[in-house]
C-alpha cells in the first residue's frame, strides 16, 4: 500500500545530541513537509521541499535541517542547537500545486532527557 | 495573514447523538478550508475540503462542513456520533498546501 513511513516512533535523546528522524513516501509526491505538535497548538510548519534538491524554511526553521536528495525520502535532522526538541514530529507530502491535502506520518515523538 | 480558530478544546457528545465541531476563519480573499483528523499518537488523515461551490461539503467517514461566509464559519458536523469518532479534530485554512495553517485542535469525546 502507498504511503508514508516515518522511524523511529519513539525516540529519547540526551541533551547536546543531534537526531535525525526518517520520513520515506512512495506516493509518487512532488512535495514533503516537516511539521512539530506540541499540546494544545497546531501543527507548526518547519521545512517543505516542493522537488528534489531544493528545499525551503517554514516557520520554526531554527535548530533543525533537512535534506531531499531523492524524491521518496525527507530526512529532518534536529540539532543541539533547537532549544526544545521535545515534541512529535509529523512528515506529510502532497501532490504538486496540491490545494492542501496532505498525507501524513504516523509521527515519531521524541524526547529530550 | 491567515488564522483559524477552534473555540472548544473539548467536545462532549453521547454517540447517536448529532456532533458539530466549531471553526471560524480569518482570510483574505476567497478562503480554503480543511479538516483533519487525528487518533492517538497518529498522524492526520484528511477529512474534507472547501474550495469553491457548494456550502455543504460531504467528507471521509460520514462527515460534512458547513462553510458559512456571513459568519466566517467552517463548522464540521455528523448527524450520529461514534464511540470510533472520538479523536482530536483540526481545521486548517491555505491557498496550498506549504501555505497551510491550523488551528489549536478540538477533542471530540463520543460517550457510549
Known amino acids: ?113 | 495573514a491567515q488564522s483559524v480558530a477552534q473555540p472548544e478544546d473539548q467536545v462532549n457528545v453521547a454517540e447517536g447523538n448529532p456532533l458539530t465541531v466549531k471553526c471560524t476563519y480569518s482570510v483574505s480573499g476567497n478562503p480554503y478550508l480543511f479538516w483533519y483528523v487525528q487518533y492517538p499518537n497518529r498522524g492526520l488523515q484528511f477529512l474534507l475540503k472547501y474550495i469553491t461551490g457548494d456550502n455543504l461539503v460531504k467528507g471521509s467517514y460520514g462527515f460534512e462542513a458547513e462553510f458559512n461566509k456571513s459568519q466566517t464559519s467552517f463548522h464540521l458536523k455528523k448527524p450520529s456520533a461514534l464511540v470510533s469518532d472520538s479523536a482530536l479534530y483540526f481545521c486548517a485554512t491555505g491557498g496550498s498546501a506549504r501555505q497551510l495553517t491550523f488551528g489549536s485542535g478540538t477533542q471530540l469525546t463520543v460517550l457510549p
Not at chain 1, 2 to 19: D, M, W
Not at chain 1, 40 to 45: C, D, E, P, S
Request: proline share 4%; hydrophobic share 30%.
Open chain 1, 1 to 113: 500500500d502507498g504511503g508514508i513511513t516515518q522511524s523511529p516512533k519513539y525516540l529519547f535523546r540526551k541533551e547536546g545530541q543531534n537526531v535525525t528522524l526518517s520520513c520515506e513516501q512512495n506516493l509518487n509526491h512532488d512535495a514533503m513537509y516537516w511539521y512539530r505538535q506540541d499540546p494544545g497548538q497546531g501543527l507548526r510548519l518547519i521545512y517543505y521541499s516542493q522537488i528534489v534538491n531544493d528545499f525551503q524554511k517554514g516557520d520554526i526553521a531554527e535548530g533543525y535541517s533537512v535534506s531531499r536528495e531523492k524524491k521518496e525520502s525527507f530526512p529532518l535532522t534536529v540539532t543541539s542547537a533547537q532549544k526544545n526538541p521535545t515534541a512529535f514530529y509529523l512528515c506529510a507530502s502532497s501532490m504538486a500545486q496540491n490545494t492542501g491535502e496532505l498525507f501524513f506520518g504516523e509521527g515519531s515523538r521524541l524526547t529530550v532527557l
